[in-house]
């Protein structure tokens, strides 16, 4: 079972300071072994770099290690903010599209009292590339954003192929963030 898994439900704290795969009960014995497991990934898709000639074939492996990388990093920054700051919640967020931009801006709003330095808006490029990066930013409330973002603007894209109007704004309730 060990061998090959992608431990693909995340890792989960599992004793002293070490994280285990709930799947293959892989144990990394700390944060900077899960880091190396980043690296690795990082290391594959910088082969598959090395090896893209225009061919159909090398962008698709090359897709697929990038992907494999946000993946990782996604689970590793989880387990490093869940060791730093406790993560607020907002209490809504205002997403609005912004045409000429070719953006979302977002608003945040908090419940008071306000956390300190909390992040009160943010802008993301409406492609989905952008958002497949911001999803594994280090700052758990931008990749909050990016999720509900990338969720609006399929939703806006889904309507725009059946030929409907596609809402310009979405407010996101804390029963859905
Ligand atoms: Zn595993």
């Keep these: 079972m060990a061998e090959g898994c992608l431990h693909l439900e995340g890792l989960r704290v599992g004793g002293g300071s070490g994280y285990v795969c709930p799947v293959c009960g892989k144990r990394f014995e700390d944060l900077e072994g899960v880091r190396s497991w980043v690296r690795e990934a990082e290391r594959v898709r910088d082969e598959a770099y090395s090896l893209v000639e225009g061919d159909e074939f090398g962008e698709l492996a090359l897709r697929e290690s990038q992907r494999e990388v946000y993946r990782r990093r996604k689970v590793m920054y989880e387990l ?7 993560f607020v919640r907002p209490e809504m967020v205002l997403v609005m599209y912004d045409e000429e931009r070719g953006a979302y801006e977002c608003r945040v709003f908090y419940k008071e009292p306000r956390p300190t330095n909390a992040m009160e808006s943010f802008v993301i490029g409406a492609s989905q590339e952008t958002m497949q990066e911001l999803r594994s930013d280090p700052n758990p409330i931008v990749r909050l954003l990016a999720e509900k973002v990338e969720e609006f603007h399929q939703l806006r894209g889904r309507l725009a192929g059946d030929g409907a109007p596609a809402p310009e704004r979405r407010v996101f309730y804390s029963n859905e963030l």
């Design 80 to 86: 490093e903010n869940a060791a730093r700051v406790p």
